[in-house]
T-cell receptor
Framework: GAVVSQHPSWVICKSGTSVKIECRSL??????MFWYRQFPKQSLMLMAT?????????EQGVEKDKFLINHASLTLSTLTVTSAHPEDSSFYIC????????????FGEGSRLTVL | GDSVTQMEGPVTLSEEAFLTINCTYT??????LFWYVQYPGEGLQLLLK?????DKGSNKGFEATYRKETTSFHLEKGSVQVSDSAVYFC????????????FGTGTKLQVIP
């Protein structure tokens, strides 16, 4: 099946720094990618939808300037957590939709961010 | 808005027991319904799906039927194994627009030998 890879899988940073997480579709083109945040014992919260070559669509309550999303190519989307704070610590998961009729979603392994 | 409600866990079962994880949804229009599974330390994987009323999705011994009248998509398996221990997420997708997927809170299943 199609593979989506996230990098890094685990990152620790100091408060006030910025962290970039990459999401790549390895063997297919993804016209749309989604970024989710997963809290302990809670569901995945959709943060934003990104389409290649256009601005991301953010869900209500998600700070656009805090969570910068770039979808520069059909195989790569990045999430940058700017000026990270401890409350940003979480598990971030991306998913990519194939540019086919089925449009099936494939998920990355997730990236655990810990802000000290 | 669109939402998915699934039973809280954790659910602990003995091997070979029967599994049911309840899932109900609220949505405008006619959503597609999914069950995803997240094994420890891994990302989400699609387990099964159904795209219209009365469809039955099945995979790896799991099955779920799209019930429009009760707005439900309960996950069942006749005989669980230790390897089925994971977190199971019910989800829906609205076919219009960006087709974003809305997830339930997840149900952790632990199967003991």
């Amino acid at each position: 099946g199609a593979v989506v890879s996230q990098h890094p899988s685990w990152v620790i940073c100091k408060s006030g720094t910025s962290v970039k997480i990459e999401c790549r579709s390895l063997d297919f083109q993804a016209t749309t990618m989604f970024w989710y945040r997963q809290f302990p014992k809670q569901s995945l919260m959709l943060m934003a939808t990104s389409n290649e070559g256009s601005k991301a669509t953010y869900e209500q309550g998600v700070e656009k300037d805090k969570f910068l999303i770039n979808h520069a190519s059909l195989t790569l989307s990045t999430l940058t957590v700017t000026s990270a704070h401890p409350e940003d610590s979480s598990f971030y998961i991306c998913s990519a939709r194939q540019a086919t009729n089925t449009g099936e979603l494939f998920f990355g392994e997730g990236s655990r961010l810990t802000v000290l | 808005g669109d939402s998915v409600t699934q039973m809280e866990g954790p659910v602990t079962l003995s091997e070979e027991a029967f599994l049911t994880i309840n899932c109900t949804y609220t949505a405008t229009g006619y959503p597609s319904l999914f069950w995803y599974v997240q094994y420890p330390g891994e990302g989400l994987q699609l387990l099964l799906k159904a795209t219209k009323a009365d469809d039955k999705g099945s995979n790896k011994g799991f099955e779920a039927t799209y019930r429009k009248e009760t707005t439900s998509f309960h996950l069942e398996k006749g005989s669980v194994q230790v390897s089925d221990s994971a977190v199971y997420f019910c989800a829906l997708k609205i076919p219009q627009g960006y087709q974003k997927v809305t997830f339930g809170t997840g149900t952790k299943l632990q199967v003991i030998p």
